[in-house]
């Protein structure tokens, strides 16, 4: 830390390189650029203290939204056969820029991890329970990384599930074993979306 910066700009470095990526030599960087940007400090700084009280969880999905629902819960366009499971908002946004499905989604923000403390419970598997058995759900998509936490949080939810008379699928290894879902281009996703395998035939 540079002592010779004035305490404002020391905690402001301070705060930065707690970010996720952001080093202090970023830190640094960040913080200097930003002292002769006048609306811009304004705009951020007004936004960051907005954030954590408007952005809440949709009451439906889980996906982020400033209302109780989210704009795709609210879209009444879209197939209510298929429920899309994913990790993060990030994810939804990501197959929602493939363009090619268009049913709904239901994000879980945690992936299995029980050493880290994330077990069944964080997963909140309840909801997504509460629609498959309210709603003519046919088809769930499984759509996690590929990694060691997304496929055993997979096998959990298809266990979970292994009763409901739905097909369940999981996307195809399109997307390479051990890439987190957001590292894979659009043209790959759909790929890995087109082919999804079979985990579980319908019955419905
Ligand atoms: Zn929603």
Not at 111 to 135: D, H, M
Request: hydrophobic share 40%; glycine share 8%; charged share 25%.
């Amino acid at each position: 830390m540079n002592n010779f910066y004035p305490p404002i700009l020391q905690k402001l470095i301070k705060a930065l390189s707690s970010l996720p990526g952001i080093g202090e030599k970023s830190a640094n960087r960040l913080a200097l650029f930003l002292i002769s940007k006048v609306s811009l400090c304004e705009l951020l700084g007004d936004l960051l203290k907005e954030l954590p009280y408007k952005v809440k969880l949709c009451q439906i999905c889980r996906n982020f939204s400033e209302e109780h629902l989210c704009a795709i819960c609210k879209d009444e366009n879209r197939d209510p056969s298929k429920i899309c499971i994913v990790e993060s908002p990030w994810n939804l946004s990501q197959i929602e820029g493939v363009g090619i499905y268009r049913g709904y989604y239901y994000v879980l923000h945690y992936l299995l991890a029980p050493r880290e403390g994330f077990g069944p419970q964080e997963l909140g598997l309840e909801g997504l329970i509460r629609l498959i058995e309210n709603r003519p759900i046919k088809e769930v998509v499984l759509a996690l990384s590929p990694t060691l936490a997304g496929e055993a949080t997979s096998s959990y939810i298809a266990k979970v599930l292994e009763n409901y008379p739905i097909k369940i699928t999981k996307l195809a290894c399109g997307v390479p074993m051990g890439m987190e879902l957001q590292y894979a281009d659009t043209l790959t996703l759909k790929r890995a979306f087109l082919g999804r395998e079979v985990l579980k035939g319908t019955t419905r």
